[in-house]
């Protein structure tokens, strides 16, 4: 028999008060929603949503416009104002169906006639979203104002996440010119997307703020009420301001600062990423790299879990010769790499009949590749390989073109959705940013097959090939693949920061205050 | 020579009168025999890791018995990377200094003897030039020549050549009209006999200073434009790049960013206190910055 003792006033009067406490936290969400996000970031240059792909100028953006498909953080294609796509059996015809309620911030109707705008507007600018759209060989229809039909010449496996590129962003067919300043009322007018945050204010080089876009399509999704950019030039100025309170979100912290920031109780952000440095020789007529010995010896002279060590404090992965790294998934071939400086000393000797070899080593002078190159000149001396640094500002570098004409050279390459993009645009031949000049026929012949493989399985067999080319006759060195750092403070929840940390999705995002 | 004895007797006294420049001159001179012995004491060569026995490289120590300096965040001893800096900017920044007073001596004496339109339109040429800023001018003469150490000693004396000869110039021009210069004129001396033989001894207390002075402002320009990547290439222990590449690691490794600045900070106000030292025993108050 149950037996429950007699309850006095003053027991009721402590259990209402217990119950009204639990009740009361039951009442209150999980995480407080919305609030104020500040982010510290570089100030972006370049405006125009076509054109602009630098981190800041794609986080600009990205707040403003939406995608019709976005890219997740594992590289997988999501829709956004797409609500679906199919693909015709020769692989030429792509349809692409629209939300059908979505709207600009200035309240207009989003439609086919709009994405008709922007990619013809990415043809006549001949923005770099090109790229990976057939290099702009398509035509586009819009049978209706939900349905897009994109017709190719020819097959191409990436379509879809040229469609999702990073300055595919969707603009009104009815802003001439997107993301510029009108002079007087109503400047921003011209920032008119569909994207989860209206631009209220922009004081160049200084600041931005954003308020929710209170006729967002998904606008249950999108949980802050305001979002600030504040633009800091100095990494470590963005992380005092991060430390201090001063903003809530940083990215691109140099690796070599996470003990900073673990320290100072933050949050620490670190996603795996494609970025990497890479070491090429040039392989063209005359140069000494066309030997592929030398290309050897260079390769078998670096101790990469050396570098990884002391470039990245071991946060990176280490890399084969080839640009694909572990971020793809089955793409990516891990292949044994020996470091054995004394191989490499018995191959200059047999290529050149002398004890040693020298290069002038150009350098660019970011992402802490200085100091990368400084360890690798160590670890090349003892493979009988001498390098004299010439470090470069990155505006001579990349802007007087050195880097496409120096014999031996480090660059920076930053993380792609899409492993193909590395091989069109560096590596096969007469590639654009084909900085060794290197030319394989096999690798000219697998990439154009990758092309046109949608089979993912079929597509990770061709990569493995082309690795394994790298690997033996290769031109570059892949030390390793660096993460993307970022941190954000304990008052922010749900922000999983992007590899590509401009397309970090904020809708999620919520501060407490 | 009895002038010379005269000048060292003066300036012993006012070493004792003024401990400051005695303190500067003591330590300009051990900055010296740094920059001389340094290589030779260091305990490591300046681009070497240094590794515990199992091979692995120890980075950021801080200072200690072993590592009076620390090691930096790539494993290299910051005590012997400051020893076989000395060199590297003593060197630069005296070749620089010594070329521009050689350089700005010889122009400034022979506007200050010759005078007339030369001596006018030169002059306003210097003007003109020093109406730039020093790091701006450098920064723009750098882009163009690529840095390298031959840039940097060219683009200082460039800077600092004209300086040197306003101010030989200005001390030129009170000598010309004296007695013994009239005299040796009359004598049928040549130009370059009274330039060097009559007119120069005149002007080395002004010289001398300016010397010491340049070759102060020549080292920081030599360090500030290796702060900016501008100077020698790494992994040179060029001091100024030794600070740059120790900012960013200063909330770990704090003591890579103190010996470098300190050593410039340090070699600047010595040799600043030796010049004030060699103003006052000339007792002379006209030098130009």
């Known amino acids: 028999m149950a037996f429950s003792a007699p309850r006095t006033p003053r027991t009721l009067t402590v259990m209402l008060v217990i119950m009204a406490c639990l009740l009361g936290l039951t009442a209150l969400p999980a995480h407080a929603q919305g609030g104020t996000l500040t982010i ?42 797409a609500n679906g796509y199919g693909i015709s059996e020769d692989g030429l015809t792509y349809t692409i169906s629209l939300l059908p309620e979505v709207w600009f911030h ?10 008709l705008a922007t990619f013809n507007r990415l043809v006549t600018i001949e923005s770099p979203a090109l790229g990976l759209l057939s290099g702009g060989d398509f035509t586009i229809a819009a049978p209706d104002a939900t349905t897009v039909v994109f017709t190719l010449t020819a097959p191409n496996a990436d379509f879809i996440y040229g469609l999702a590129g990073r300055l595919a962003f969707m603009l009104s067919e009815e802003v001439v010119e997107p993301n510029v300043l009108i002079e007087g009322d109503g400047a921003l007018a011209n920032f008119n997307g569909t994207g989860p945050f209206v631009l209220t204010e922009y004081k160049p080089g200084e600041s931005a703020t954003f308020v929710r876009n209170e006729i967002y399509h998904a606008s249950d ?33 140099p690796v070599d600062q996470v003990g900073v920031l673990t320290d100072a109780g933050v949050n620490v952000l670190s996603v795996p990423t494609n970025q990497h440095p890479v070491i090429r020789i040039r392989t063209a007529e005359g140069f000494r790299g066309e030997d592929v010995r030398i290309r050897q010896a260079l390769k078998l002279g670096i101790d990469r879990d050396e570098l990884n060590e002391l470039a990245l404090d071991g946060l990176g992965t280490v890399g084969n010769n080839d640009p694909i790294g572990p971020l793809y998934g089955n793409y990516y071939a891990p292949i044994a790499q020996s ?43 003892a493979a009988c390989i001498d390098v004299n640094i010439l470090v470069r500002p990155e505006n001579v570098y990349y802007g007087d073109n050195e880097w496409l004409d120096q014999e031996l050279g480090l660059t920076g390459w930053g993380s792609r959705p899409i492993p193909q993009q590395y091989l069109l645009e560096a590596y096969i031949t007469g590639a654009l940013y084909n900085e060794s000049n290197f030319s394989d026929a096999d690798v000219d012949a697998l990439t154009a097959e990758a092309t046109l493989t949608v089979d993912p399985s079929a597509r990770a067999a061709i990569y493995q090939q082309i690795a394994a080319a790298f690997a033996e006759r290769g031109a570059i060195i892949v030390p390793f693949f660096a993460p993307m750092i970022g941190a954000t403070s304990t008052r922010v929840q749900g922000l999983n920061m992007n590899p590509f940390p401009g397309l970090t999705d904020l809708r999620g995002v919520s501060v407490s205050e | 020579m009895r002038a010379i004895s005269k000048l060292m007797i003066r300036f012993l006294r006012i070493l004792l009168q003024r401990p400051l420049t005695f303190i500067g001159m003591i330590l300009t001179v ?24 199992a091979g692995k490289v120890i980075k950021r120590v801080p200072p200690s018995a072993e590592f009076l300096f620390g090691t930096d965040k790539l494993g290299r001893d ?56 020093a790091m701006v001018l450098a920064l723009a003469a750098l882009a163009t020549l690529g840095a390298s150490p031959g840039a940097i000693v060219a683009v200082i ?37 009274i330039l060097f033989r009559e007119i120069l001894p005149g002007v080395l207390p002004a010289l001398a200073v300016e010397a010491a002075l340049r070759f102060s402002y020549a080292i920081f320009l030599t360090a500030s434009l290796g702060f900016l990547g501008l100077g020698v290439q790494p992994p040179s222990p060029d001091w100024g790049r030794m600070v740059y590449e120790a900012r960013l690691d200063y909330a770990r490794a704090p003591w890579g960013l103190w010996f470098p600045a300190g050593s410039i900070a340090l070699l600047v106000i010595s040799v600043n206190l030796t010049a004030d030292g060699l103003r006052r025993v000339f007792r002379y108050e006209g030098s130009v910055i």
């Open chain 2, 30 to 53: 051990l900055f010296v025999l740094m920059a001389l012995l340094g290589p030779n004491v260091a305990p490591y060569p300046f681009d070497d890791f240094v590794r515990d026995t």
């Open chain 1, 106 to 115: 200035d309240g207009t109707t989003f439609d086919s006639a709009d994405v």
């Open chain 1, 40 to 81: 510290g970031t570089n100030a972006p240059v370049n405006l125009d949503p076509a054109l602009g792909s630098n981190d800041p100028e794609i986080l600009f953006n990205h707040m403003i416009y939406d995608y019709l498909f976005d890219v997740s953080v594992t590289n997988e294609i999501v829709p956004n104002l």
């Open chain 1, 339 to 381: 470091y054995d400086p004394e191989a490499a000393c018995a191959l200059i000797l047999e290529a050149t009949g002398e004890e040693r070899i020298s290069f002038d080593f150009y350098v660019v002078d970011a992402l802490g590749y200085p100091d990368l190159a400084t360890i690798m000149q160590q670890q090349w001396e």
């Open chain 2, 78 to 133: 910051i005590y012997s990377r400051v020893l076989w800096g000395a060199r590297d900017i003593i060197g630069l920044a005296g070749l620089a200094t010594a070329l521009s007073v050689t350089f700005g001596t010889m122009i400034g004496l022979a506007l200050g003897y010759r005078g007339g339109w030369v001596d006018e339109v030169v002059s306003r040429l210097f003007d003109s030039l020093l109406s730039i800023p």
């Open chain 2, 157 to 193: 004396v460039l800077l600092y050549t004209p300086i040197v000869a306003r101010v030989i110039r200005s001390a030129a021009l009170g000598l010309r009209s004296a007695g013994y210069v009239e005299i040796a004129r009359l004598r049928g001396e040549s130009t370059a006999y």
């Open chain 1, 221 to 253: 999704n999108v949980l802050l009420d305001e979002v600030v950019h504040v633009y800091i030039e100095d990494p470590l100025a963005q992380i005092d301001a991060l430390t201090s309170g001063a903003v809530d979100f940083i990215f691109k912290v």
